[in-house]
């Protein structure tokens, strides 16, 4: 692993096969006006700057052209205005080290993520900032200085949510089994929206819906808005919509019970559910319970529908993370010696595309997330939710971040304890009283992350077991306009809650 490694060793791998010429230092200091004592990630991004380029106050990466900026980083404790730190752009680096690029005109960006979130997010509020520095390579880097705090942000809502944002209801819920894995207060939080004319009298179907990787409290928020006025409007039934965040400092719990991350789905529904059940007028039977969510949260629901069939009367997941480990973004996790960079022709395997243009692989996809931090990125936050604890308190590497190589043993966990397809057929005799006909899952052709290859694949082994399937592949569609057609970017979501609706309300029809 990169731990046993080293950065030297982490560094040749990434391409610096002889000794640089010349070794490459970013000097980086804190202003005094923004106090001592100053720690967590410091990222160095450095990018060419273009021929006629126009100015920019910012250099970030972008995961959709991963190799577009250069990025160093390193730790610090206690950063100082009366000294700087020097982050190494030769060693902890990606795509390869400052002294092996071309020649010429740079801009050169620093951030302090004080709180090792931005490989989930990226720079966000309370991170320090420099300003953009344009230099001359090779040459020396002059020190670059933080000299801002970004400040929190709240966006307003459109003219047409405002009203809206202002009837969801907060949910703010200590969880007891969550508490007592972590040893502090730990919550799970979301938003209600109440259908027009509840005046806790009549009872409503329910749907829970999880977000996806990135997500987070406020996007929850919009998302319940959102619901608000679309039921209001007529455009979706009336139920109760609960949406959820399950964004942590490891990235996304996706609600399942982990060795790392606790017992969040035994949270939710042994704790948060009935409390909800106590609290708001909700059918509070399984024909009226449902699911529903987007990417990981697409996985998530998935997951909560097989794990408690029982509770669930149907999830419909969109484009969900991979439910069948022998493709897992085109990596099959069970062949012999296989490795989660390349396959056994050598070839890399690919992560994001844009209609058949591929954007960027697994590797340049996890090596850029292991320079901006352990915490937080995609990748690393699978292994949180599916990988056993390791030793040091941390989840076991699926695989290497230097080479690529996957642990057998790792994935022999991972095989027995999440991969959906796996579980499904084990347990098919226990699940399918409660499980068959309640998973309805749609994901696009051209799927940006190649998620309908294992959806292919869950629909085969459940077709197997002679399941009653409901799998859609929506011709052309990516993972971002999934839900778009004619125009209308929340049609996929008023098909689903008609859909729920007439299973908790049999008979009924939706306007046309």
Do not use: C
């Amino acid at each position: 692993m990169i731990r046993t490694l080293g950065l030297l060793g982490f560094a040749l791998l990434l391409g610096a096969a002889s000794p640089a010429p010349w070794r490459m230092a970013v000097p980086v200091t804190v202003a005094a006006s923004l106090g001592d004592h100053q720690s967590g990630r410091l990222i160095v991004f450095i990018e060419r700057v273009a021929p006629r380029a126009k100015p920019s106050d910012s250099v970030d990466f972008d995961p959709f052209r991963p190799t577009g900026a250069t990025i160093a980083a390193r730790e610090v404790a206690d950063l100082r205005p009366s000294r700087a730190a020097t982050v190494d752009a030769d060693t902890d680096v990606f795509p390869a080290p400052v002294s092996t690029l071309a020649p010429g005109r740079y801009r050169v960006q620093a951030v302090l993520d004080r709180n090792h979130d931005y490989a989930y997010s990226g720079r966000g509020a309370g991170d320090l900032v420099s300003p953009v520095v344009t230099v001359t390579l090779p040459g020396a880097i002059p020190t670059v200085t933080l000299d801002r705090v970004i400040p929190a942000a709240q966006p307003a809502p459109s003219a047409d949510l405002a009203q809206y944002y202002s009837l969801v209801r907060p949910i703010e819920f200590q969880s007891n089994a969550m508490t007592a894995f972590r040893g502090v207060p730990t919550f799970i939080r979301g938003w209600v929206a109440l259908p027009p004319g509840y005046d806790g009298k009549a009872r409503f179907p329910t749907v829970y819906s999880d977000g996806g990787f990135g997500s987070s409290l406020g996007s929850a928020k919009h998302g319940a808005a959102s619901m608000a006025k679309l039921m209001a409007d007529g455009k979706a039934p009336p139920m109760i919509w609960i949406y959820l965040d399950h964004a942590g400092g490891t990235g996304t719990h996706e609600f399942a019970d982990s060795a790392n991350n606790g017992p969040w789905g035994t949270a939710l529904t042994s704790e948060l559910i009935p409390s909800l059940e106590r609290d708001y007028r909700m059918d509070a039977r399984p024909s009226g319970r449902f699911l529903t969510g987007h990417s990981s949260g697409g996985w998530s629901t998935l997951w909560l529908q097989v794990r408690y069939p029982k509770i669930f009367g149907g999830s419909w997941p969109t484009s969900p993370d991979p439910s069948d480990f022998h493709d897992f973004t085109n990596v099959d996790l069970y062949a012999p010696g296989a490795n989660f960079y390349a396959g056994a022709d050598g070839k890399p395997y690919p992560l994001i595309r844009d209609h058949g243009k591929v954007i960027a692989s697994l590797a340049d996809f996890a090596r850029s997330e292991a320079v901006m931090g352990a915490y937080g990125g995609q990748i690393a936050s699978f292994e949180w939710v599916f990988s056993p604890r390791g030793i040091d308190g941390r989840p076991v590497p699926l695989f290497d971040r230097a080479t690529g190589r996957i642990d057998p043993a790792v994935v022999a966990y991972w095989h027995d304890n999440y991969d959906i397809a796996n579980i499904v057929p084990r347990d098919w005799p226990t699940l399918k009283p409660d499980l068959d006909g309640k998973i309805h899952l749609t994901v696009g052709t051209a799927d940006t992350f190649y998620l309908d290859g294992p959806a292919h694949r869950l629909e085969a082994v459940m077709r197997s077991l002679g399941a009653k399937t409901d799998f859609r592949y929506l011709p052309g569609k990516t993972h971002f306009d999934l839900y778009e057609r004619g125009g209308d970017k929340q049609a996929l979501l008023k098909d689903i809650a008609w859909e729920m609706y007439a299973v908790a309300r049999p008979g009924s029809k939706r306007p046309s």
